[in-house]
T-cell receptor
Framework: RKEVEQDPGPFNVPEGATVAFNCTYSNSASQSFFWYRQDCRKEPKLLMS???SGNEDGRFTAQLNRASQYISLLIRDSKLSDSATYLC????????????FGRGTSLIVHP | DGGITQSPKYLFRKEGQNVTLSCEQN?????MYWYRQDPGQGLRLIYYSQIVNDFQKGDIAEGYSVSREKKESFPLTVTSAQKNPTAFYLC????????????FGPGTRLTVT
């Protein structure tokens, strides 16, 4: 079983829709969690950190469920410009802390 | 401006040649990472370094080598032993290994023919 798993999609949604992605992780001692956005042929860029209490930034909401070992990203009122791949990152506690990436979820927002 | 630079953006090499990809950061970060990304795939960890003069293999280190002689620099050499080197290579840094977010350079797209 992979340490961090994401549904690769693509999620194909109309403008204005609400879409949610989940990311599961296998190591219960994982320390910190992030969502990144990656546009085609570009580097990943931090979208938001995921805190235990959840956090919101405009149309984006991230949540952590430690009991079920997943993090989620909710995008409300989708825009065309939200089309990208969304990567979840879990920093795994081990001999050293190594960021572990999910494969990414592709989102396509259409008119 | 603080950030991570990678050069060159595009690199073309003939099969059998070694090639070194540059990664420099002025963020004063301790940890640095090299990833490889193939089309439609996620990021795979090649090597990482948490402190100067020390580095560890990631999941796909075979055919690659690195050095960390200075805190700000973490060059990656793709050797002729790497069987399928054509890929998008991303360098990242992190303030404190494992706890903080990573910052990525713009990447180097390597094509070997």
């Amino acid at each position: 079983r992979k340490e961090v798993e994401q549904d690769p999609g693509p999620f194909n949604v109309p403008e204005g829709a609400t879409v949610a992605f989940n990311c599961t992780y296998s190591n219960s001692a994982s320390q910190s969690f992030f969502w990144y956005r990656q546009d085609c042929r570009k580097e990943p860029k931090l979208l938001m950190s995921v805190y235990s209490s959840g956090n919101e930034d405009g149309r984006f909401t991230a949540q952590l469920n430690r009991a079920s070992q997943y993090i989620s990203l909710l995008i409300r009122d989708s825009k065309l410009s939200d089309s990208a791949t969304y990567l979840c990152v879990v920093n795994i506690v081990g001999g050293s802390y190594i960021p572990t990436f999910g494969r990414g979820t592709s989102l396509i927002v259409h008119p | 401006d603080g950030g991570i630079t990678q050069s060159p953006k595009y690199l073309f090499r003939k099969e059998g040649q070694n090639v070194t990809l540059s990664c420099e950061q002025n963020l004063n970060h301790d940890a640095m990472y090299w990833y490889r990304q193939d089309p439609g795939q996620g990021l795979r960890l090649i090597y990482y370094s948490q402190i100067v003069n020390d580095f560890q293999k990631g999941d796909i280190a075979e055919g690659y080598s690195v050095s960390r002689e200075k805190k700000e620099s973490f060059p990656l050499t793709v050797t002729s032993a790497q069987k399928n080197p054509t890929a998008f290579y991303l360098c990242a840094s992190q303030q404190t290994s494992g706890r903080d977010e990573e910052y990525f350079g713009p990447g180097t797209r390597l094509t070997v023919t």
